[in-house]
């Protein structure tokens, strides 16, 4: 079992930052990846980022070079936002999977981002 709890969400105006942090509480759960997705309202849900145990890290190609994600230990993620825009406003998920490259088979509850123009 895992689960996830999400913290850093909020407003911020174009060209700003903010970091978000997960951190996962594991049961007999083999944690290999931890990430973020998001969505926007009327979208679905896209990848933003994500990493494994081993120090691979994944971007979306709207995010690379704003975004950094970076895994603080076993069980804890951040996501450094940088230079936000109005289109990176969402719902963000932390997500935890086993296997890299598979659909998250878990996810937190979200924290909202808000960019204003």
């Known amino acids: 079992q895992v689960q996830l709890v999400e913290s850093g969400g909020g407003l911020v105006q174009a060209g700003g930052s903010l970091r978000l942090s997960c951190v996962a509480t594991?049961?007999?759960?083999?944690?290999?990846?931890l990430g973020w997705y998001r969505q926007a309202p009327g979208k679905e849900r896209e990848l933003v980022a994500e990493?494994?145990?081993?120090?691979?890290t994944k971007y979306a190609d709207a995010v690379k070079g704003r975004f950094t994600i970076s895994r603080t230990n076993e069980n804890t993620a951040s996501l450094q936002m940088n230079s936000l825009t109005p289109e990176d406003t969402a719902v963000y998920y932390c997500?935890?999977?086993?296997?890299?490259?598979?659909?998250?088979?878990?996810w937190g509850p979200g924290t909202q981002v808000t960019v204003s123009a």
């Open positions: 997500i935890a999977s086993t296997i890299w490259g598979t659909i998250p088979d878990n």
């Open positions: 594991v049961i007999d759960y083999r944690l290999n990846v």
């Open positions: 990493s494994s145990r081993g120090g691979r």
